[in-house]
């Protein structure tokens, strides 16, 4: 059950909102381009057969993942938890999975991507769900779009900035010097990868990636965007809020005051004590609960992931009905 977990439940804000010059960073690559990339998507409709009646779900993956990942979860696992029958749809995040690649990336344009693929849904209104890097996209996403998505999951991360993670530099590094080698197959990357990553978990995660190269038969190619990946980083530990239509985000936007769940790894540090009074400013309307994982709660257990969202989902449509 939900109430086993540890919960922050939704109260009175207690911090002191960020001010419209703090919250409202914005660097001169986001203003630069706001073209959007269609996403690569997959619908999972109910699998019990019945009607999708809910709303959608959209997942977004973390850095170096894709819609894949969620497969399992989206398919039968989230599912088995859903009071309303809805389907929910994983999602490729430009330079990622199969979506296209594009030599620009950042928080506001990722964001305004998952926002068209959301308006050309068949509904008004869809959940909204990401993890890690996807977890700040989804962010931004409903705090500039409120009415579009009506609830928000952020898996692992907060929207604070955080340090740099060496750890992520030197998957990027192996991964782009992998490329440079030309490898002829998956077991040749996995030797060359298993000095710098160790864990033969992240490995196979990462090797997801890895796909015979289109250009150059015999030779295997990360299908990410590896460059634009390289470009983003350094930035990608911030948090800001785009600009609309060449202005700033208005006021109001600054606050997303819909239903909001936070699911922390307790093994991560991705959350911090530190994180909750902006959380709590930011989405006064969020809980937060806790897991017994590091910062992939979801992978690590799916079935108490799944039961902790899906009960949220079906709870908090009764809150929205009434």
């Not at 002191?16 to 630069?32: G, K």
């Not at 997959?42 to 819609?67: C, N, Q, R, W, Y």
């Not at 497969?71 to 696992?77: D, E, I, L, S, V």
């Amino acid at each position: 059950m939900i109430c086993s977990a540890s919960r922050w439940a939704t109260g009175p804000v207690r911090a002191v909102l960020p001010t419209a010059t703090t919250i409202l960073t914005i660097t001169a690559r986001a203003t630069r381009s706001m073209v959007t990339v269609p996403l690569s998507h997959t619908v999972h409709a109910p699998p019990t057969g019945e009607p999708a009646m809910g709303d959608p779900v959209l997942i977004l993956h973390g850095l170096f993942g894709s819609k894949a990942n969620w497969r399992t979860m989206a398919q039968t696992q989230l599912p088995a938890h859903l009071t309303t029958p809805r389907n929910v749809i994983p999602v490729d995040l430009r330079n990622h999975g199969t979506s296209p690649h594009t030599p620009h990336m950042d928080y506001a344009s990722m964001a305004a991507d998952v926002t068209q693929l959301a308006t050309s849904l068949p509904t008004d209104h869809a959940t909204l769900m990401g993890h890690s890097l996807g977890g700040r996209v989804a962010m931004v996403a409903a705090i500039t779009h409120p009415d579009l998505f009506r609830r928000l999951i952020v898996v692992d991360v907060a929207p604070c900035v955080m340090p740099p993670s060496t750890s992520f530099v030197r998957y990027l590094e192996i991964m782009q010097e992998i490329d440079a080698a030309r490898v002829h197959s998956r077991r040749d990357a996995h030797r060359l990868m298993e000095s710098a990553v160790p864990d033969i978990n992240l490995r196979h995660f990462l090797l997801t990636n890895l796909v015979p190269d289109p250009n150059e038969p015999g030779v295997m190619k990360f299908r990410v965007n590896l460059p634009a990946i390289a470009q983003f980083m350094p930035t990608m530990w911030k948090f800001t809020l785009p600009q609309h239509d060449g202005k700033l985000a208005p006021a109001n936007a600054t606050v997303y005051d819909r239903p909001t769940l936070f699911v922390r790894g307790t093994r991560s540090g991705y959350i911090q004590d530190a994180h909750l009074d902006k959380i709590k400013a930011w989405f006064p309307r969020s809980e937060m609960v806790d897991m017994d994982a590091g910062h992939w709660p979801h992978a690590e257990r799916p079935t108490e992931f799944a039961e902790i969202v899906g009960e949220w989902i079906s709870r908090t449509d009764g809150e929205m009905a009434g």
